[in-house]
């Protein structure tokens, strides 16, 4: 039987940037993954890094190009009842954001591992783990056909919400907290330049709508759109039209449409499973926990649970401690709760949940509150440039 120190499910941002960093440190790991590589780089996700993103990247040895092309965004724009108010995050927190799409982190961490050597499987098929409540837990799967089993010391679960690492533990070993919204979001992406220089989040009656972008020359875009509706209602045409009467109305004058190169809708979740640990299986990443994507905080979570498992191994393996390892869930979980509390607020207070006028009144004045506040506005701006990798302001890692 083949054998390794860890062993990684998934090849997406977490398991790439994890394999990268224990490599880096001379951890031997194997990733499997089900899907092509081909398939697995073309994925279109959001944009958003935070710092503590970028300094962990940098430090994974895959900044460079992330440090040449990112666009450094220092404030962002809310738009409501027609009014469009800037949030300035470097008055409020020093801070700023890279905008730098998830799809480029993931090239560039693939490009890295590949070029290092990395033992990187891809259309593995039937990955399942068996008995990670044992010393060494062993990961089978099929490749071409064939069988294999690889033993390890660990296994990372870093195959997102829809993968195996988290199904195989018993039901009754975890705790899961869902919600879903009663809506989703449809993107939508097109080599036009973007309408403004910063992002913008408009709460509208007909529903939120967001400008964001991936470079100069590239556009992302999002409706709020009914959970029942389908792509082949939304050509191009009908989507800049709904995106102009959604946004304010100089934005919409600016608003250059030109034909998508990719349209999608996904539905919103907020998702979390608690521990993050079972025996000798970690859960990181989307494995582990989902947020509705208003605030971009997926990618950067699954980055700071990455970090800490990373950090943990590393202490395991070069003095035989397990402290870090053993904290691991917990240490994760605070900045998780963290990120979901975030994520569910703004999502609250930019999309349209229903018809209920006082609901409605509600959220405008939240809006007019939080517009008008300093110390409101520095709770939205130290949240969306990043509470610290350590965990909440004023909470203690120890
Ligand atoms: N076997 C092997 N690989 C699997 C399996 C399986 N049974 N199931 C899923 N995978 C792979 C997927 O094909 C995917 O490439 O695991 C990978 C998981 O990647 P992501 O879903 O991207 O999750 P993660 O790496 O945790 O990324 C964090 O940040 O912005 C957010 O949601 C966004 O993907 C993003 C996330
Ligand atoms: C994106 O660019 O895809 C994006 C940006 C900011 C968000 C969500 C998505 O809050």
């Known amino acids: 039987m083949a054998r390794t120190q860890v062993a990684i499910i998934g090849a997406g941002p977490s398991g790439l940037l994890l394999s990268q960093l224990l490599d880096l440190h001379g951890i031997d790991n194997v990733v499997l993954e089900r899907q092509s590589r081909d398939y697995v780089e073309g994925r279109i996700r959001a944009g958003v890094l935070e710092q503590g993103t970028v300094d962990l990247l940098i430090e994974a040895n895959v900044g460079e190009r992330l440090l040449r092309e990112r666009l450094v965004h220092d404030g962002f724009a809310l738009a409501f009842a027609d009014r469009t108010f800037r949030i300035d995050l470097k008055a409020l927190t020093g801070g700023a954001v890279s905008v730098y799409g998830q799809t480029e982190v993931t090239k560039d961490l693939m490009e890295a591992r590949v070029a290092a050597g990395a033992k990187l499987l891809f259309e593995a098929g039937d990955v399942s783990i068996e008995g990670f409540e044992r010393d060494h837990p062993a990961v089978r799967y099929t490749h071409e056909g064939r069988t294999y089993e690889l033993s390890c010391d660990f296994v990372a679960g870093c195959d997102g919400y829809h993968g195996i690492a988290r199904r195989s533990v018993p039901a009754a070993a975890m705790q899961t907290y869902e919600r879903v919204y009663p809506f989703g979001w449809l993107g939508i992406l097109a080599d036009v330049p973007p309408a403004s220089h910063e992002l913008i989040y408009s709460n509208h009656a007909r529903g939120f709508a967001m400008c964001s972008m991936r470079s100069l020359t590239r556009s992302r875009y999002y409706l709020q759109c009914g959970l029942d509706e389908k792509l082949e209602a939304w050509p191009d045409a009908r989507f800049w039209d709904e995106l102009r009467l959604r946004l304010p109305a100089d934005v919409a004058a600016a608003l250059v449409a030109g034909p998508s190169i990719e349209k999608s809708i996904a539905p919103l979740r907020s998702f979390v499973v608690e521990p993050l640990r079972f025996g000798q299986l970690f859960l990181v990443g989307d494995a582990a926990h989902i947020v509705p994507p208003a605030g971009a905080k997926g990618l950067n979570l699954a980055a700071a649970d990455v970090r800490l498992l990373f950090q943990a191994l590393v202490e395991r393996y070069r003095t035989g401690r397990t402290a870090l390892l053993d904290r691991y869930s ?69």
């Open 330 to 398: 917990e240490r994760c979980l605070r900045r998780i709760w963290m990120a979901e509390r975030f994520s569910w607020w703004f999502t609250s207070i930019t999309h349209k949940f229903s018809d209920d006028a006082f609901a409605q009144r509600m959220q405008l004045a939240e809006l007019e509150y939080l517009t008008g506040s300093t110390a409101a506005l520095t709770s939205l701006a130290e949240n969306y440039v990043g509470l610290p990798f350590e965990g909440p302001p004023g909470m203690s890692s120890s």
